[in-house]
């Protein structure tokens, strides 16, 4: 066991943890924070990603004890049911999420994203998505609902 602190979502945490225990073992299993979900395990699907230190990665592929010290966001820091994030308000109102098992992943890609370098057209921000697989075939609304935040 080993030791490990960062702040998620703006709480500082201090855990004990196996070396080899994962971001999302860590985010998930021991701090209950459950909206980032366990898609393929192998960094294919996109829908564990969370910000580290305001960039995305996928927290499956990421062992926990290399992010001793980092800010991490999750879909739980973004907004909250009240006041949600206009990413998350634009996947509601573009009908975004379909079953919503990746949905969490795609929006932190999705915030990620405005803040990297990517083109005004649709398919930069299908290229920029492409490591987000949705299963349900909602590419259409979701780069719908990315674009409408962008352009805002």
């Given amino acids: 066991m080993m030791p490990v602190a960062f702040t998620v979502n703006g ?3 201090e855990l004990n943890l196996d070396p080899r225990t994962t971001l999302l073992e ?4 021991h ?7 366990k898609g393929c395990d192998h960094g ?6 969370v910000h580290v230190e305001g960039r995305r990665i ?3 592929l990421s062992l926990a004890a290399v992010h001793d010290g980092d800010t991490i966001t999750t879909i739980e820091g973004l907004g909250t049911p009240d006041a949600l994030h206009p990413m998350q ?6 009908d975004g999420y379909q079953c919503g098992y990746c949905t969490s992943g795609q929006i932190m890609s999705g915030v990620a994203l405005m803040k990297e370098p990517c083109g005004a057209a649709d398919a930069d921000v ?23 935040v962008r352009k805002a």
């Fill in 31 to 37: 701090l209950f924070l459950t909206g980032t979900k």
């Fill in 44 to 49: 294919q699907c996109g829908a564990c990603t």
């Fill in 11 to 13: 709480t500082a945490c």
């Fill in 126 to 148: 299908k290229e920029a998505m492409s490591g987000n697989i949705c299963r349900c075939g909602a590419y259409t609304n979701i780069v719908a609902a990315i674009q409408h």
């Fill in 89 to 94: 308000q634009a996947f509601v109102d573009h």
């Fill in 58 to 60: 996928n927290s499956c």
């Fill in 26 to 29: 860590a985010l998930r299993d």
